[in-house]
């Protein structure tokens, strides 16, 4: 089955049916690099910490013999990710810390297959770096064929060359970087598209059968065109929602979308393994989490939980809400006990001046989405209200979150502060009360980080007649109220304070080229207590 096949067969058609044929064989490649010669790369995502890198690329075409990466003196061989050929993983370990490196790849000939290029690895945790700048974004998955509609994936290129044109020293992907959805709750089973669920064979292994063609065929054109071998030398950190699972997540009595059922969970471990790095091992985050020593040829790495840690200035803690999620109601978690104990350890550290909380769901805001960790539903008459139940939500998640916040308000000479994805829009607000809990003495920053790929159906004000709002249980003080337009934002971490940029592109009043010169519509500087 090739692409076309795919598209305009059976697998696809349903999806396309409102698309012109000619316009439907478009798929779209990587994006040309402007300065550098990919040779036969299709796609490179590189990760880093103080002494490891662990890449994965694709290549133009599949590889007979295993392709070998060379770092300095060093030489790794690649790992095959897939069964043809054509996917390849790169770990590097034992490297010297806060060092920029030249790499080269290189095919088991000795040629060539992309001119080199530099990375840097992290500063050691004891090391006390000036400043360090990252990017933030979330949503920027969606093929360019899907009826709905998402931004186009050479916008979105657009998007995230110009948030590099600001030289950020990591990015931060935080969840639903395809969107494929293999159910379609929403729709009753009569009148519902069942096409996708059965493209694959939920029964089979994902690897060496017709699924590992059709991942493909879904997910690469998601990735591919959107960061082709841009990110080469900027460390990428890409941790998955709902949507990564291949759903939306939704509860009804006919289906209940997580925790992930085996077959999707498999989807979205083979997505990771493809396309973008795992986690690397950190020495204060235990091995033993749950997938969180994964053993796919790379040592102690992570699929749901992220550190990134630069030196003693900064560390984010990436944390995926949807893999460990129970649905026990009162005792319900999000977040495995074991890997809450981590964060709590972390949170309470005195060796990292900043500490950001990164869940793939928001503190803050609520859509009246049901995985939130809050319970404000919409009613009958498109409020949002927690005067009746939101179905299938579980008291224990917003007890977590309780102690999430505790724990981020009583650390001290710390911003406590949260940079979340999952909610398609852009927005930085004071979280004054939860519940309870009076926070005006140490509030909470909630930030928004901001999509770059969301379909004109996919904001909240479309999808759910809302926009998103403060839910009942917090008190928050909006400094900039969510924005539903494509955005991102860019942390700047300094000893004394942390300074973020906001940025924002409005796809119906802008034009693509304003997009080259795009500056902050508003920023934001937060003190550190000393
Ligand atoms: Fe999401």
């Known amino acids: ?129 000036e400043s360090f700048r990252a990017l933030f974004f979330t949503c920027a998955g969606g093929p360019d064929t899907d009826p709905r509609g998402f ?104 289906i209940v979308t997580f925790p992930p ?62 893999r460990t999620c129970t649905l026990s109601g009162p005792s319900a978690v999000y977040i495995d006990p074991e890997v809450e104990r981590w964060l709590m350890a972390r949170t309470e550290s005195q060796d990292v001046f900043h500490l950001v909380h990164a869940p793939s769901n928001p503190f803050g805001w609520s859509a009246g989405k049901w995985m939130e960790w809050y319970p404000d539903v919409l009613n009958a008459f498109g409020k949002l209200t927690t005067a009746e139940p939101k179905p299938y939500w579980q008291a224990g998640w917003l007890k977590q979150h309780d102690r999430l916040v505790a724990a981020m308000a009583a650390m001290k000479n710390r911003i406590p502060i949260t940079i979340s994805g999952d909610l398609h829009a852009v927005a930085i607000g004071k979280i004054l009360r939860a519940g309870k809990l009076n926070l005006e003495k140490n509030p909470i920053a909630a930030v928004l980080a901001g999509p770059i790929g969301t379909s004109a159906a996919g904001w909240p004000s479309a999808f759910r007649g809302v926009s998103s709002t403060p839910p009942a249980y917090l008190d928050v003080e909006e400094e900039v109220k969510p924005i539903e337009q494509h955005s991102f934002t860019i942390a700047d971490f300094l000893s004394d304070r942390i300074s973020l940029r906001f940025f924002k592109w409005d796809l119906k009043t802008q034009s693509p080229e304003a997009i080259d010169t795009l500056q902050p519509f508003h920023m934001a500087e937060l003190a550190r207590p000393v």
Not at 97 to 110: K, T
Not at 196 to 219: H, Q
Not at 312 to 320: G, S, T, W
């Open 261 to 322: 059922v085996w077959f999707q969970l498999e989807l979205a471990r083979a997505t990771q393994r493809l396309y973008y790095p795992e986690f690397l091992p950190d020495e204060n985050r235990p091995r033993g989490l749950p997938w969180g020593s994964i053993g796919n040829g790379a040592d102690g790495v992570s699929e749901s939980w992220g550190t990134l840690r630069f030196g003693r200035l900064a560390e984010v803690l990436l944390y995926d809400v949807r």
């Open 151 to 254: 931004l186009p994936t050479a916008i979105r290129n657009r998007m995230l060359r110009r948030a590099l044109s600001f030289q950020p020293q990591a990015m931060v992907a935080n969840g639903d970087h395809v969107y494929w959805d293999l159910h379609s709750p929403r729709v009753p089973p009569p009148r519902r598209d069942n096409t996708r669920l059965e493209s694959f064979n939920r029964s089979a292994l994902v690897f060496g059968d017709r699924n590992e063609t059709v991942l493909k065929l879904a997910a690469g054109p998601q990735i591919v065109p959107v960061y082709g071998t841009d990110f080469r030398s900027t460390p990428v950190f890409f941790l998955q929602d709902d949507h990564d699972y291949f759903d939306n997540d939704e509860a009804w009595d006919e």
């Open 1 to 129: 089955m090739d692409r076309r096949d795919f598209l305009r067969g059976s697998l696809g058609g349903a999806f396309l049916a409102s698309r012109a044929a000619d316009s439907v064989a478009q798929i779209p490649g990587p994006p040309a690099p402007q300065t550098w010669d990919p040779g036969q790369v299709r796609h490179l995502l590189p990760t880093v910490s103080d002494t490891r890198i662990l890449i994965k690329a694709s290549f133009a075409k599949p590889l007979a013999g295993s392709p070998s990466l060379r770092i300095g003196a060093s030489s790794f061989r690649g790992q095959m990710n897939d069964t043809e050929g054509t996917f390849w993983q790169f770990y590097a370990t034992d490297l010297q810390p806060n060092r920029r490196y030249s790499l080269s790849l290189s095919a088991s000939d000795g040629e060539p297959l992309c001119q080199p290029w530099d990375l840097a690895t992290f500063p050691a945790p004891g090391m006390r770096p």
